[in-house]
């Protein structure tokens, strides 16, 4: 059977429902409040309830590890400790790990068990009593091609198939979703920071004054080069990304964004992006300060386990999923040196295989973080990403 042509009604649909979604990147937003809005844009284009799930469920995740920092989702009960059991030792298909490795970014339940989601464990003990049989699996990719999450769409019995249409707008709209799941990431760190060298927030008017700045942010301005010029506190170079931003939007037509690095006066660099929804009405613009390259996860793993810098690198391509071959041809470094760091890396972290180790690695260093941001979303405060250690 030739495939099914998309209408031109339905082509227009879904170009309109990306051009929301990348606004909304744009607005400033927390993830709760981000994949809020997402939700029904994306539900509308691709119907997926079943059950009592009524929408997607989104888990984000370090890009650094790809190990998962939050489920969330509109009724989600399900204990992050408790998923991250199945994810890392069950013997099971459609796995987070799974589509982030997937270099299409996508698939689904019916794809990878050739037809047969009973071949499924977690198909046959979860899903069916409640009332799922399909799962659309798909990784929130960014353009620069880090993950920063992934998201489960599920339909019931009775219920088409999800079609390539379906599945190429999925793939489509990724990369804008991770991208407001970063920022949102970055809204909930910058707002309630709790580690050095968090980012900053600064929210500055159409008009190009100063509305807010988190304590964060300050710390950051304090670093900024002297002869950058200021105003009101805050150095110039802020509000020209501000103006970006608005010029950004104004060009496009809504959804504005812009992103410099500038050197710090102690030596590192700093990443300052700004973004607005649009440059009519009350928009405002939401400045963010960070790190240029914020990865918390390579010092952590030498501060709790003593491994080498190259040990950290090995450790960081398992964590990623890569096979020895993959891993050692990214290393440069013969499969019999991978090796030898494997075993000194396991010996150092007590373990016996590349499985153990990175179940270790999620239970020292992002457990607490999952288990905090639970108890963040029931409460309704910005979840935060990254690894988290007492």
């Not at 997937?102 to 069916?128: A, C, F, W």
Request: a negative charge; proline letters at 7%.
């Amino acid at each position: 059977m030739p495939p099914v042509s998309l209408s031109l009604s339905m082509r227009h649909a879904q170009q309109m429902a990306l051009e929301r979604i990348r606004r909304l990147s744009c607005a400033g937003l927390d993830v709760a409040g981000y994949l809020d809005e997402v939700n029904p844009i994306v539900s509308h284009v691709v119907p997926n309830q079943a059950g009592e799930q009524k929408a997607p469920y989104w888990y984000t995740v370090d890009p650094a590890s790809h190990l998962v920092t939050s489920v969330y989702g509109q009724g989600c009960d399900v204990e992050p400790s408790e998923y991250m059991k199945w994810e890392l030792f069950a013997e099971d298909v459609m796995k987070t790990a799974d589509v982030l490795a997937n270099p299409r970014g996508v698939q689904t339940l019916h794809e990878v068990t050739d037809g047969h989601p009973e071949r499924s464990p977690i198909y046959k003990e979860t899903m069916v009593p409640h009332g799922m049989s399909q799962e659309l699996l798909v990784a929130l990719r960014s353009s620069t091609g880090e993950n920063w999450g992934a998201t489960r769409l599920n339909r019931a019995p009775g219920d088409p198939m999800f079609s390539p249409h379906e599945i190429g707008f999925m793939a489509a709209a990724a990369p804008l979703i991770a991208e407001g799941v970063r920022r949102g990431l970055l809204v909930g760190e910058a707002t309630d920071p709790d580690q050095p060298n968090a980012p900053g927030l600064a929210v500055i008017g159409l008009d190009g004054r100063l509305e807010s700045t988190s304590s964060s942010a300050q710390e950051w301005f304090a670093r900024f080069p002297a002869d950058h010029g200021w105003q009101d506190g805050v150095p110039i170079s802020v509000f020209a990304v501000a103006a970006d931003a608005v010029r950004d939007a104004e060009q496009g037509g809504g959804g504005g964004a812009s992103t410099v690095r500038i050197p710090m006066m102690d030596g590192g660099w700093a990443v300052v992006q700004g973004a607005v929804l649009s440059a009519n009405g009350d928009s405002a613009v939401t400045v963010i300060i960070e790190p240029a390259h914020p990865n918390r996860i390579a010092p952590l793993l030498m501060s709790i386990y003593g491994l080498t810098d190259r040990e950290r690198e090995v450790t960081r391509q398992v964590m990623l999923g890569g096979s020895t071959t993959e891993v050692a041809g990214h290393l440069r470094m013969s499969p019999h040196t991978l090796q030898q760091h494997l075993k000194n890396i396991f010996e150092k972290t007590c373990v016996s295989s590349r499985g153990e180790l990175v179940a270790k690695i999620y239970f020292d260093c992002y457990d607490l973080r999952a288990r905090d941001n639970h108890e963040r979303i029931r409460v309704q405060r910005s979840i935060r990403g990254g690894p988290k250690v007492n």
